[in-house]
Structure formats: structure tokens, C-alpha cells
């Protein structure tokens, strides 16, 4: 009973406490552990133990099981960051550097660095002793391998993230050094293990990086080694008892199944099963009856570094969608608080375009855009697409398209499906495509054979990492995913965007997105819906899993079960 309790208690207060103040709210369990303690070392050095520590320690052993949704296409992290793909690889891969809920670096294979005084040198310190899965010891080769010949050239993001970096060098074993052409702070937010994967020379610098006989056998330093991969079934990872943080992870494994039915997904964590899904893997309207378990708990922490944008993209290239009225008044047609309400069950936020507004706080963001949001946006759009000259026939149709689904989920068919109707109410009729992860992506990505197709974005920690990549004309890259898959662009907001990117002063780079704002939400080459609140359905049994903003795209090392 008492573990019934303290578990609700920790569910109410739905934050990261100490495990000493999770037992100082129970004090019925606190006192049965000082009577226990009292038998083996009497009760005067019980209680001072429990005045000064944690009252009781992470235990050693368990499984986790995660459900991850859909199965991810590749387990190369470094070049595709489609979201299974990191709930996977992160806990195989570290980063140079880990990051508190404020955003801060914190030390992670790299345990100190250096900014100089202009910016454009880094040098960071790297761990001694950190080995590899397979033995092989991690060294500054390592880094500069992984930066110059992989993330800045292949990884999605690593080619805007390390952009400015003009070389690394490895002065000894244990000292890198990064050489920039100009300041690029935001490059000191994406050093994770999800985002920057630090991979070993001695593997991956044989053979072509992108089809890479490693990808779906990795080898990294992280605190699970990857055992086995059972397509459609599940991907098994076991404890690296070599990890460099002492004692750690605490868990014996981690299995991600992948579970294509949706009822069958939520039956398993209630039963318990599994034990953690994010990122939708469990509808919107099932993690508002499993909240009421008391098994249960909702967490909404662990996705403050992504901010994701839903949008709907257009094929730019491609009539109708080179005419910006058709674009405008798609965005005009879609009732967002709708969307909101009945598809993702409350956890979203309307927007009108592509920087969230957990910016504001830094004034990145701003509202003062074309808003779509409007309660006439029907009649608006009826009368752009007249203008556009796209007139009703006959049968009351203005032209026929492919709606391609992102395929992560239940709530994003029923998206498609919402899509489709609210087209239809302004002539269009809308066929919807569902297909799995792998052909959604070239279809999108390389291919470009689509016409408009749903998706969301993260904002991640800046606009230079995780919102160029949508618009800027230097991400039209056929082959590389999550970038500017639209092929939209503008000579303005490309210069606004590089002013923007290297601007020290917060009040005139506030200026600039401001004005990249008003830019691209007239433009329109995506519609942008509404912000996502992520909701992490979690056993209670199992504690210290969200401690990071990155959650899911974390390493659980720390992670532990009672």
C-alpha cells in the first residue's frame, strides 16, 4: 500500500525530486525502513542515514521494455533523425556533451571545454578511459571522424550544426580542438548523443558512410550495447558493464518492441508489459485513460529541447502548390482548435508558423505574422482559390490530390482523414496515402512524389539547427530527410537566415526572425498547425527515466526500478 501511495504522490507532483523527498511525503514507508535499518545497525545510525541521504539507493538489475512507434528504418542516428530512429540509438551513442531541463551543457565524453574570446575556437577535454562496445578505446580520432567526415556531411541537421567548423584537430589523444570560420553558438546546444553521435573510426570510417553494413549493428561508447534487432518484433539492448560512468546504467536491458496495433500497445503498458512509450506511441485518447491507473504515471517533461511544429507540406515545385493563394488558403481551411481538441486530445497549442512559442522568452519568437487561424478561414479560402483560378466544376470539385500520412501513428491517420474532409469543403478532393516509415521518406526526401504531405519538425534547442533546415535554400539536399523537403525559397529570408545565424546581439537577431516570420508565413510553403505537448506514459516502478530535456532521446543510464 505504501508503495500505492508513493507513487501517486510522485504522479501528482509531476516534477524530478530528490528520492530522499519522495520518501519525506511517506512517512509510513520512511518508518518501516528505519525499523528494517534499526534490526542490522541500530537505530541511531538509521536515522542519521536517513536525515543525510537518499532513503533508499538505485537497485541494480531489470528489463525495461519501451515502445517505440513505427520501427525504426535504420539504427544510423548520423544520418537519419527520424524520431524512432534516436529512441533507439541514443542510449547505444554518447555526445561530447548531455544537457540540464535549462538547456545548459553539461559534461558528457567531453568533462570540460573551452570557448575563446571571439568564438571560433573550441577545444574540449575528452574522458580517459572511455571504450568503445567493442573493446577499442575512444579518442579525439574519434571526434574529428565523426564531425568532418560524417555529421557535417551526411547527418540532416550535422550540416547546418557544423557549418562553420573549418577543421578538428587532435592535438593528443584526449584534446580536440574545433576551428570555426565564425562564432556559431548555437552549435554548443546540439552535442547530445541523439543529435551528434560520437562513432568509432576503427568501423565506420570503412565503406560508405550512407549504406554503412554497421547502421543496424552499432557499435558506440553508450551504457546499452545493441544485442539484436527482430525486425517487426523488437530491438534488444544489454548493459555495457564497461561504461565510463561508474555503477552505471543501472538496468540489466532495454528491449523497444514494436507493436503495430494501437490497443494492443496500451493493454501491454497497463498490464505492464512495457513500461514507457512516447511520442504518440499511445493515442492521445488512451494516455487519458491510462493517466487514471494507478500504476500509471503522465509525464510531459522530457521534450523541452524539440518543440515540435505540426505542419503540412507542399510540394512548391509542383501545380497547384506553386501558387501561393493555394497554399494560403489550405492554411486557412485547417480549424486548428479542432484538431487540437479531437485528435490530439488537448495536448497542443494553434500556431500559425514555424518558431515555437517556447521561444518567446527569448524574443525568437513573434505572433505578428498572417494568421490563418480565423473564424471566416473557410470563406477565405473559397475565395483564394477563385482567385487563383482554380473555379468549382460541376460537380463541385476545384482538382484532385495525394495527401501522403506520416506514418507515426493512429492520431496522424485521423489527421489525414480531418485533412481530407476540410478540403473537401473547399473543393479539393483529397485521396489519402499511408505507407511505412522507409518508402514515406524517400517519397518525400528524394523522390519528391507527393503533393502535400502531414509531418512535425523540432524546433530543437535553436532556430538555426532545427528550423532553417524547413525553408533555407541551402537544405534542398534530394536524399537527406527532415530537411526542405518543400523546395521553397527566398533570397531574403536566406540572407536574414545567415544574418541571423552568426548575430551575438539577442535584441537584433530578434529582429531578424521577425521579419523571417512575416517572410515565410506569407509565403506559405508549409501550413503550420498547431505545437505538440508530447505525453510520456510511464510504470511508476521504474524511476529517474525523464532526466533530461532530450526524455525519450536520452540514454537511461540513470534509469532504475524499484
Known sequence: MAGIVRGSLVFKLRMSVSLFARDVFTGRFAMRLVRCLALVAGLGSAAAGLATGPAFAQKRGGTLVQITQPEPPTLGSYISTANPVGQV??????????????????????????ISDDGKTVTFRLRSGVKFHDGQPFSSADVQFSVMEVLKKVHPRGINTFSEVTAVETPDAQT????????????????SGYESPMLPKHIFGQGDIRSHQNANTPVGTGPFKFT?????????LDRNADYWKPGRPYLDRIVVRFIGDTGTRAAALEKGEAHIAGFGAVPYNDV????????????TKGYEMLSPVVELMFNTRKAPFDNVKVRQAISYAIDRKFVIDNIWFGFGKPTNGPISSNFAASGLYSADVTNYNVPDG????????????????????????????????EEWRRFGEYTQQALARIGIKASLRYEDVATWLKRIYTDYDYDVSSNHLFNLADPVLGVHRAFHSRF???GTVFVNGVRWSDPRADELMDRATIEPDPKKRAELYAEIQ??????????????????????????????SPLGLFSSFDSAWRE
Open 228 to 236: 539484436e534487432w527482430r525486425r517487426g518484433e523488437f530491438v534488444r
Open 378 to 409: 473557410v470563406e477565405r479560402a473559397n475565395r483564394l482559390l477563385d482567385e487563383a483560378g482554380f473555379p468549382r466544376k460541376a460537380d463541385g470539385i476545384r482538382f484532385e490530390i495525394t495527401h501522403d500520412i506520416t506514418p507515426y501513428g
Open 89 to 114: 540509438a541514443a542510449k547505444i551513442y554518447d555526445g561530447l556533451l548531455e544537457y540540464d531541463f535549462d538547456l545548459k551543457p553539461l559534461p558528457g565524453l567531453a568533462e570540460s571545454w573551452t
Open 288 to 299: 487519458k485513460k491510462l493517466e487514471k491507473l494507478p500504476n500509471i504515471q503522465i509525464e
Open 518 to 547: 512575416k517572410i515565410v508565413v506569407a509565403a506559405a510553403p508549409l501550413a503550420w498547425t498547431h505545437e505538440i505537448s508530447f505525453a510520456t506514459v510511464l510504470d511508476k516502478r521504474y524511476r529517474d527515466v525523464i532526466v
Open 176 to 191: 580536440v580542438v574545433f576551428r570555426l570560420n565564425r562564432p556559431a553558438p548555437y552549435m554548443m546546444a546540439a552535442l
Open 476 to 478: 534542398i539536399r534530394p
